[in-house]
């Protein structure tokens, strides 16, 4: 079975410090892929970031990067310079080819930036 | 720009009543999705599509049931809804793309059930 664990319930980071969010997976596929999505307070999950597994480099879009460790199964979500409109759940999801499309999505971490 | 809509952002309804959720996306995707979505537990699969009138059960379908009669919409309903239904409702539509295909979300139903 396919499995993703986000350890962080909640975490605060002050505005333009920089934070990381945890992030491991279980999975016995070597075709997959990972993602991180956001979802603003009362507003819609939007996709953040993703990586392919069969890529060594670390995606990354603007201040958002991830650090992508294959052997340990961990995909952590680094956020650099944070910004107030940065806080929101953050779900991290695996999907894997050959699974129907399914995602599988971590508990999520709540990230508050403090002004 | 992809859209998936839902067509209600709040929802109060009675126990015992027949609740339809529904989802619409205007990209021709063939796989839809619908989650519940409930503090401390994530995004859990109800039920999923991967064409017109196929459907598949996900982790959580007790309770629930789907109908996909059309390519562009996605009904969840609730027969018999109960207190233990009231969460929110999303639902997302897989875009089929390099590198990886990718699903998109609509904005959400949260259904309160009284």
């Known amino acids: 079975a396919q499995t993703v664990t986000q350890s962080q319930p909640e975490m605060s980071v002050q505005e333009a410090e920089t934070v990381t969010l945890s992030c491991t997976y279980d999975?016995?596929?070597?075709?997959?892929?990972l993602f991180w999505y956001k979802q603003p307070p009362s507003r819609q999950m939007i996709l953040v970031i993703r990586?392919?597994?069969?890529?060594?480099q670390n995606a990354t879009e603007n201040r958002f990067s991830v650090n992508f460790q294959k052997a340990a199964k961990s995909f952590s979500l680094k956020i650099s310079d944070s910004q107030l409109g940065d806080t929101a759940m953050y779900f991290c999801?695996?999907?894997?080819?050959?699974?129907?499309?399914?995602?599988?999505f971590g508990k999520g971490t709540k990230l508050t930036v403090n002004p | 720009d992809v859209k998936v809509t839902q067509s209600s952002r709040y929802l109060v309804k009675r126990t015992g009543e027949k609740v339809f959720l529904e989802c619409v996306q205007d990209?021709?995707?063939?796989?839809m999705f619908w989650y519940r979505q409930d503090p401390g537990l994530g995004l859990r699969l109800i039920y999923f599509?991967?064409?017109?009138?196929?459907?598949e059960k996900g982790d959580i379908p007790e309770g629930y049931s789907v109908s996909r009669e059309k390519k562009e919409r996605f009904s969840l309903i609730l027969e018999s809804a109960s207190t233990n239904q009231t969460s929110m409702y999303l639902c997302?539509?897989?875009?089929?793309?390099?590198?990886?295909?990718?699903?998109?979300f609509g904005p959400g139903t949260r259904l309160t059930v009284l």
């Open positions: 599509s991967y064409d017109v009138k196929m459907k």
């Open positions: 990209m021709d995707h063939e796989n």
């Open positions: 999975t016995s596929e070597s075709n997959y892929y």
């Open positions: 999801a695996l999907f894997w080819q050959g699974g129907s499309e399914k995602l599988v």
């Open positions: 990586q392919e597994a069969y890529k060594q």
């Open positions: 997302a539509s897989l875009i089929r793309s390099s590198p990886s295909d990718t699903q998109y």
